[in-house]
């Protein structure tokens, strides 16, 4: 997750400063402007006008710079303008005004705050998109340092018709990280979290970039170089040395050198050639209904972890507006599982029964109930009986959804998690997986799927592809490090393993 921090004192005036009444969210009319690789959403017209422009131009330039053509992402990447008193209320932390891009599992969202400064909200997005495009572009390990330093880069520049201007962080006065330090860090890592600490990642993730993509072109190669090694697996300690020619403290030396020199030039505009973009034409929008427009900041609050106590404002208000609707049964029902409340997540399932055969109800239920057996937390009190309950329900729900909607990949990664938990109807598993897999290839969930039914089967050697598959596309550091020991286990494993018996001759006839 990618915040930026703006200190909301300086943005709006004192009388906003209070939050908002809870009651009942004052939602305004939202309309959905759907995009080849994002859905825009927003209340503004004007706002809804120009970001395609901008985004677009975004796109020709990391294109160029990354040699990754832009293709019709695999999962859907939501683009949120909100008022002030929603972002405020729902998704800002302590004193800051934040944006986010949020990486989930089967959706990628992006929240940013409605201005009528034309500046703020261009640097928002600017930054944000350019995570966004990285990760759902890319399809190698993309480190947070990269990603980083490219949303740094594009965040002090501007379009134009065929070429970008560059310019210069406002602030330099943030820590310099180490690059030996720096090149580890992943959003687990304490330099990443909280408001001040992931500030200092900047200036060396900048540094980098600006390096490699503006300045020196011998130093983009070399750094291509490291990505390869990175992509496959090398360790910091030799990767860094073949790649670069020199220890990682004289990369560090050298990267601040250069850090400090533009340090200096603060007034600096470089100038890049991109291909010609015309303004694309911006699609017309499609009005959402209130118990739309809060499914969607609800999906993208839970998301994104933020106030955790106020997300039932945002689903209770659905549920009074649209209390037959399969999303807000789905969003009832994950509040249950975050919350560990198994006595209303039990009540809900009683309350949906009727409807069970309704597919959308059966992918509702079923994925909540997988959510809760999937992942056990410390002083969890769900016993082995009902867990074992919960997931035999589970898979049965999601059979039917997956049947009803077979290319629906998140029921699939669930239907396929179950299956090689119960063991059971593993090749019906693998198929689906593999259907999923042809709409998303480069999905870290489902090839972690792939890889355990395989386990399932005994087949151990079978799972080392999507393993790393895994390693490389995950966001999360621990199911990143997870997936690379299962690759030395199984890799371990085979080089121990006594060689097969020889076939027997058989014996010459006389």
């Given at each position: 997750m990618k915040r930026i921090h703006f200190r909301a004192a300086t943005l709006l005036a004192v009388a906003f400063a209070s939050a908002a009444p809870a009651d009942e969210p004052e939602i305004p009319a939202f309309k959905a402007y759907d995009l080849l690789t994002y859905t825009l959403v927003t209340h503004d017209e004007y706002t809804a006008s120009q970001v395609p422009g901008q985004t677009a131009r975004i796109d020709a330039f990391l294109t160029q710079q990354l040699a990754t053509p832009v293709h019709t992402p695999n999962l859907p990447t939501k683009v949120l303008v909100l008022p002030y008193k929603l972002t405020h209320r729902y998704f800002e932390v302590r004193d800051e005004v934040i944006t986010d891009f949020v990486p989930a599992r089967?959706?990628?969202?992006?929240?940013?705050?409605?201005?009528?400064?034309?500046?703020?909200?261009?640097?928002?997005?600017?930054?944000?998109?350019?995570?966004?495009?990285?990760?759902?572009?890319?399809?190698?390990?993309?480190?947070?340092?990269?990603?980083?330093?490219?949303?740094?880069?594009?965040?002090?520049?501007?379009?134009?018709?065929?070429?970008?201007?560059?310019?210069?962080?406002?602030?330099?006065?943030?820590?310099?990280?180490?690059?030996?330090?720096?090149?580890?860090?992943?959003?687990?890592?304490?330099?990443?979290?909280?408001?001040?600490?992931?500030?200092?990642?900047?200036?060396?993730?900048?540094?980098?970039?600006?390096?490699?993509?503006?300045?020196?072109?011998?130093?983009?190669?070399?750094?291509?170089?490291?990505?390869?090694?990175?992509?496959?697996?090398?360790?910091?300690?030799?990767?860094?040395?073949?790649?670069?020619?020199?220890?990682?403290?004289?990369?560090?030396?050298?990267?601040?050198?250069?850090?400090?020199?533009?340090?200096?030039?603060?007034?600096?505009?470089?100038?890049?050639?991109i291909p010609p973009v015309p303004d694309p034409r911006t699609p017309p929008g499609r009005a959402l209904s209130e118990p739309e427009s809060l499914v969607l900041m609800a999906e993208a609050m839970l998301a994104a972890g933020t106030y955790p106590e106020r997300l039932s404002e945002l689903i209770d208000a659905a549920h009074r507006k649209a209390p037959d609707s399969p999303k807000v049964l789905a969003l009832r029902m994950q509040l249950a599982v975050r919350d560990r409340d198994d006595v209303a997540l039990a009540r809900l399932q009683s309350e949906s029964e009727p409807r069970a055969m309704e597919p959308e109800v059966a992918r509702a239920v079923g994925l909540a109930l997988f959510e809760r057996v999937h992942e056990t937390k410390a002083g969890d009190t769900l016993s082995s009986a009902d867990r074992e309950r919960m997931s035999r329900k589970a898979f049965q729900f999601l059979d039917r959804a997956v049947m009803s909607k077979p290319d629906d990949i998140e029921s699939i990664w669930g239907y396929a998690m179950l299956a090689a938990r119960l063991k059971q109807d593993l090749a019906t598993a693998l198929k689906r997986v593999d259907s999923g897999l042809a709409i998303a290839d480069h999905n870290a969930d489902l090839a972690m799927a792939a890889a355990l039914i395989y386990e399932a089967q005994g087949e151990q050697k079978k799972m080392i592809p999507f393993l790393v598959v895994t390693a490389r596309m995950t966001a999360e550091p621990k199911t990143r490090e997870w997936a690379l020991k299962r690759v030395n286990d199984v890799l371990a494993a085979q080089a121990t393993a006594p060689a097969a018996a020889p076939a027997a001759t058989p014996a010459a006839k006389n």
């Open positions: 089967f959706a990628n969202y992006m929240i940013l705050r409605h201005s009528k400064n034309s500046n703020e909200i261009r640097n928002q997005l600017f930054h944000n998109y350019t995570h966004a495009f990285m990760r759902s572009q890319m399809k190698r390990y993309c480190p947070l340092w990269l990603e980083e330093g490219m949303a740094t880069l594009i965040s002090f520049s501007r379009f134009y018709y065929d070429e970008m201007e560059i310019g210069m962080p406002v602030d330099f006065s943030a820590p310099w990280i180490p690059l030996a330090r720096l090149l580890e860090i992943d959003r687990d890592s304490p330099e990443y979290n909280g408001a001040r600490q992931n500030v200092s990642i900047h200036p060396g993730s900048w540094a980098l970039v600006h390096m490699a993509f503006i300045e020196d072109a011998a130093f983009n190669k070399q750094l291509f170089d490291f990505l390869a090694a990175l992509n496959n697996f090398n360790p910091l300690e030799t990767a860094v040395p073949q790649s670069f020619g020199m220890s990682v403290d004289e990369l560090d030396q050298r990267v601040r050198r250069y850090e400090q020199s533009l340090a200096r030039r603060t007034d600096a505009i470089f100038q890049v050639k």
